[in-house]
Structures are given as C-alpha cells and as structure tokens.
C-alpha cells in the first residue's frame, strides 16, 4: 500500500521557469511532509517541510502547499536554475511511538538550459 | 553536513555471504534508520532504532537485522545476502520533532 504518491516519474522545465512537483498522499495522520532532492551519487537532502496544521511554507525559491482536503502537496521552484536538476523525493512523517517517514518513488526533473 | 558517516561506501559480495554496512553519527540523535533505494520503489524502509537496543521492522526487513549498542552506531546486516539485495543502502537520523530527517551518504551494495 503506496500512502505516499509521485505519479510523474519525470518532469522537463525551461531555465527561468517555475517546476512544479506533486505528491499524494493516504493517511491524514501524517504529522509533517518533508522534500528531498538527490543528486546521482549522494545520499538525499533535506529541502523544506510542511507542518499538517499549515496550508503553505516557502524558503527562498522554493514554497510548499498543502491541500489537506484533496490530501495532495506541491513543491514550487521559482525559478527553476539547471543546478536543481535531481530527483525529488516527497516524504511524510507519521508518529506511533516513534517517528517513521514514509517516501514516495520520486520524480526526476531536468532543467533546461 | 548532519554528521553520519557510512562504511563501506561500497561492496562487492558473493551470494550467500554475512554482510555488515555501519552508520556511526555524531549527532546524539535518538532516531535511526536503514532505507534502501531502487528504482521504481523510492526509498524503503527496512528496519529503525528508536534507542539503545530498541529496533523494530520497517516495510522489507525480510532478510535483514540490525543492531544498536551504542547511540552513534547503527549496524544493519545481511545474514546471507542474495542478488535481490543489490541496491543502495542509506543510513539516516531524525530529532524528536518529526519534522527532518538527515541521511548519510550511501553505501553502495551489489550482490553477485
């Protein structure tokens, strides 16, 4: 059972544009999303976060909304530079004693120069 | 940089051979976890610690087991490997807050 999902396996962008990237997700006991982005090679890092109760976080070029109703979130890069070309990974944190973080399969963009 | 440290970064084994891969962190952080990623499947959970001795199974802990003796260390082993556990293996902690998690930066791990 997939409780957190990225449909787009793969997304292009022109440099200077906006990317955006979806996520899907089951389980409204989900305390906090999370994105990762992850270059060939390394291991992920952490981009920005969402807390359940908010609606919208934003950090520099990129902002995070959530839609709890649709139980969807998106991450915006504004604007999109050929160094944030990675996968992305969207993330969801759910307690039960202890904190687990549940991944979705990630979804690769390419920015164009 | 979130202080963990994976060793080997890579393996080469043979099937059916006991392999260790090791997270050591300087974070004091209680929270560990082993995820391993393969395409199609994101990243995995396979088994985490929640302090000194307490672990529990992630969603494919099948054919792995892990140790915590120390709250740096996180040890997670394949008693006997088989190809289908050639992936890449990351260590990763987490404070209590819920809202971060940090990862290492992968061991590498083929099995042939």
């Known amino acids: 059972d997939q409780q957190v999902k990225q449909n787009s396996p793969s997304l292009s962008v022109q440099e200077g544009r906006i990317s955006i990237l979806n996520c899907d997700y089951t389980?409204?006991?989900?305390?906090?999303f999370l994105w990762y982005k992850k270059y060939p090679a390394e291991g992920p890092t952490f981009l920005i976060s969402i807390s359940s109760i908010k609606d919208k976080n934003e950090d520099g070029r990129f902002t995070v909304f959530l839609n709890k109703s649709a139980k969807h979130l998106s991450l915006h890069i504004v604007p999109s530079q050929p160094g944030d070309s990675a996968v992305y990974f969207c993330a969801a944190s759910l307690y039960s004693g202890t904190y687990k973080y549940i991944f979705g399969t990630g979804t690769r963009l390419k920015v164009l120069a | 940089d979130a202080g963990i440290t994976q060793s080997p970064r890579h393996k080469v084994t043979e099937t059916g051979t006991p392999v260790t891969l090791r997270c050591h962190q300087t974070?004091?952080?209680?929270?560990m976890y082993w995820y391993r990623q393969d395409p199609g499947h994101g990243l995995r959970l396979i088994h985490y610690?929640?302090?000194?001795?307490?672990?529990d199974k992630g969603e494919v802990s099948d054919g792995y087991s892990v140790s915590r003796s120390k709250t740096e260390d996180f040890l997670l082993t394949l008693e006997s490997a088989t190809s289908s556990q050639t992936s890449v293996y990351f260590c990763a902690i987490s404070d209590p807050t819920g809202n971060t998690i940090y990862f290492g930066e992968g061991s590498w791990l083929t099995v042939v």
């Open positions: 974070e004091n952080h209680r929270y």
């Open positions: 389980n409204s006991m989900f305390d906090y």
């Open positions: 610690s929640y302090g000194v001795k307490d672990t």
